[in-house]
Nanobody, 124 residues
Framework: QVQLVESGGGLVQAGGSLRLSCAAS????????MGWFRQAPGKEREFVAA????????KYADSVKGRFTISRDNAKSTVYLQMNSLKVEDTAVYYC?????????????????WGQGTQVTVSS
């Protein structure tokens, strides 16, 4: 079992930045690929970014490529999402997720463990 706790959400103006953190506990963090997803009101949960167990491979949704950066610190059992140049359409609840193994997935159904989410609101 893996427990995930997100933090770092909040209210920011368009063009601003936020850094989300997701702290993991319960199992060896470095055994898991990690992902960030988001869900806006009335919309389905969508993939944002993913990172391999080593941090050597990353994937991004086209909508955030060049603005968001995913990273991880295995010594701290934490994954981060640095969000720059935020847009109003980035407003959503952001979730981190974990999946054992080496492959990266953009499909939320492939992830086994989820955090409770953190709200990000970008104002115009």
């Amino acid at each position: 079992q893996v427990q995930l706790v997100e933090s770092g959400g909040g209210l920011v103006q368009a063009g601003g930045s936020l850094r989300l953190s997701c702290a993991a506990s319960g199992r060896t963090f470095s055994n898991y690929a990690m992902g960030w997803f988001r869900q806006a009101p009335g919309k389905e949960r969508e993939f944002v970014a993913a990172i391999s167990w080593s941090g050597g491979t990353t994937k991004y949704a086209d909508s955030v490529k060049g603005r968001f950066t995913i990273s991880r610190d295995n010594a701290k059992s934490t994954v981060y999402l640095q969000m720059n140049s935020l847009k109003v359409e980035d407003t959503a609840v952001y979730y981190c997720a974990a999946r054992g193994g080496v492959a990266l997935y953009i499909d939320a159904n492939k992830y086994n463990y989820w955090g409770q989410g953190t709200q990000v609101t970008v104002s115009s």
